[in-house]
């Protein structure tokens, strides 16, 4: 008998698939904190911190990320340009203040990514990822998900090397303060 829709589609196999591995941490908001789950990995980083931010407000971040650089991890933010230009309760100058390197990326209509990689070349590195934007609406006022991805090697890798890439094109921000 007909039912009239057409047959599913088989699901394709992800991009470049590898086995999953290593452990998940997940938080919803407003009701988990996120942001807790987010500063915990951060205050656990060793040598390295990768961002990409599409909106960053949220303090609390910030001066983690601060802290982690003032201990000596190498610490560098992407944030989208656009954002950076017209929220005016961002983050961004903070960061600079405390010395860690903001780039802008304006290469594309939105710089959407929301990701923070953590030791991206050791075997307990982190891929922290989600809907979640690294500010105060999301941890307080909207509903968002924030997902932490440990001990994956690929994974890591993949999104180290993503970074990298938009880092090429990204440009230093320079606040006008």
Known sequence: MFSGLAPAAPVPPPLRPFPAQGT???AFTPDD???GLIIGAIDHARRRILVQAYSFTHRGIARALIRAHRRGVNVTVIA??????TVSAHALEMLIDGGVP???DANHEAAHNK???IDPDASDCAVITGSYNFTYAAEYRNAEN???LR???PLCAAYRDNWEQHRTHARRYRPSH
């Open 24 to 26: 998940v941490q997940y």
């Open 33 to 35: 904190d996120a942001a």
């Open 80 to 85: 989208d340009a656009e954002q950076a230009h």
């Open 102 to 104: 903001v780039l802008l």
């Open 115 to 117: 990701i923070i990689v």
């Open 146 to 148: 924030v997902i932490a």
């Open 151 to 153: 001990a994956n090697a």
